[in-house]
T-cell receptor
Framework: GAGVSQSPRYKVAKRGQDVALRCDPI?????LFWYQQALGQGPEFLTY????????KSGLPSDRFFAERPEGSVSTLKIQRTQQEDSAVYLC??????????????FGQGTRLTVV | QQQVKQSPQSLIVQKGGISIINCAYE??????FPWYQQFPGKGPALLIA?????SEKKEGRFTISFNKSAKQFSLHIMDSQPGDSATYFC?????????????FGKGTKLSVKP
């Protein structure tokens, strides 16, 4: 596809359940970002990959959150033992370049996670 | 600590009017200031962006004004249309040497009345 694809679009999880959210970035994009967007708020940075390397995970709210991008393309955000405060839209973005060359990030439509 | 403050929270403008959204930042270590437009159920999409060495950038009906000394920047939408109704986010990116994540404002919900 032409854009960033995220699946599932919607996920309902029972409190304590583990979930995995998938992101397919634009082909060839080096940088990949995960953001969390609470209802009525701006996106908040979670983590950043440059190819397969996770270079910044400073935004992950707890050790229940884990992200990987093993082959430098598809990425998975995993949340263990979900809590109600994890309910949010999880956005993935990719960018064609990295390092000193700044360029725009293209966002996917997000996965809306509801923890009940 | 909120590093990018955005106002107003919501805005109602008549068709043909000018929409103005303001942002202020606290950290001087930013070098790129994009504005994103988000429709319900969609991800944010880049609208226009500016670097701090430029005071104004115009693309079609959209203009960013940047005041480096005041650490403020604003988005002006000229001849606002109902199709512009969306939530707008300003953002700031840390300068080179950082990993380049975006720090977003809380958003402005714009409604353009026909």
């Amino acid at each position: 596809g032409a854009g960033v694809s995220q699946s599932p679009r919607y996920k309902v999880a029972k409190r304590g359940q583990d979930v995995a959210l998938r992101c397919d970035p634009i082909s060839g994009h080096v940088s990949l970002f995960w953001y969390q967007q609470a209802l009525g708020q701006g996106p908040e940075f979670l983590t950043y990959f440059q190819n397969e390397a996770q270079l910044d995970k400073s935004g992950l709210p707890s050790d229940r959150f884990f992200a990987e991008r093993p082959e430098g393309s598809v990425s998975t955000l995993k949340i263990q033992r979900t809590q109600q405060e994890d309910s949010a839209v999880y956005l993935c973005a990719s960018s064609p370049r990295t390092g000193l060359s700044r360029t725009e990030a293209f966002f996917g439509q997000g996965t809306r996670l509801t923890v009940v | 600590q909120q590093q990018v403050k955005q106002s107003p929270q919501s805005l109602i403008v008549q068709k043909g009017g000018i929409s103005i959204i303001n942002c202020a930042y606290e950290n001087t270590a930013f070098d790129y200031f994009p504005w994103y437009q988000q429709f319900p159920g969609k991800g944010p999409a880049l609208l226009i962006a500016i670097r701090p060495d430029v005071s104004e950038k115009k693309e079609g009906r959209f203009t960013i004004s940047f005041n480096k000394s005041a650490k403020q920047f604003s988005l002006h939408i000229m001849d606002s249309q109902p199709g512009d109704s969306a939530t707008y986010f300003c953002a700031a990116r840390p300068r080179r040497g950082s990993q380049g994540n975006l720090i977003f404002g809380k958003g402005t919900k714009l409604s353009v009345k026909p």
